[in-house]
């Protein structure tokens, strides 16, 4: 075998390699393979982005949300509200609104000091001051009974 042969058997080597390497990263990340992605995050791992349900539900939720209103973006656990990175990603997804941290929802805050809207991700949020407005598949929006 000459040298050039050589060289091209090994480059043909390397790329199977290569793309068996593709479709195996592929395979553990899951479908949907040839759809486009909903996020930039949807297969960044083979674990669900912690703000991918926020990417989803916000834009969604943003236009049943009237311009100015105060809205906090919160993971609820037990029905309470987690402070976690959903605060800045829903600044950035909700630029005409007032975006609150997630603890301005707490229960123990007046209720004049509440936010209008409140976006639930990933579980209900159980807040005695709250009404559902609508359900989407990754979260739900509410707003305050005052």
Not at 43 to 50: L, Q, R, S, V, W
């Amino acid at each position: 075998m000459t040298r050039e042969g050589a060289g091209e058997v090994i480059a043909w080597t390397a790329i199977c390699l290569l793309c068996v390497a593709t479709v195996a990263r592929y395979a553990d990340r899951g479908g949907p393979y040839l759809q486009p992605a909903r996020t930039v995050l949807e297969h960044a791992g083979p674990e669900p982005h912690p703000l991918q349900d926020a990417l989803v539900v916000v834009p969604e939720a943003r236009a049943l949300i009237p311009r100015g209103a105060s809205v906090a973006v919160v993971r609820a656990r037990a029905g309470q509200a987690l402070d976690d990175g959903n605060y800045l990603t829903a600044v950035d997804l909700l630029p005409h609104h007032r975006v609150l941290p997630a603890f301005a929802a707490d229960r123990g805050r007046a209720i004049a000091d509440l936010p209008e809207y409140v976006v639930a991700l990933g579980t209900p949020f159980d807040h005695p001051h709250y009404g559902i407005v609508a359900g989407f598949p990754n979260g739900w929006l509410y707003r305050v009974q005052r």
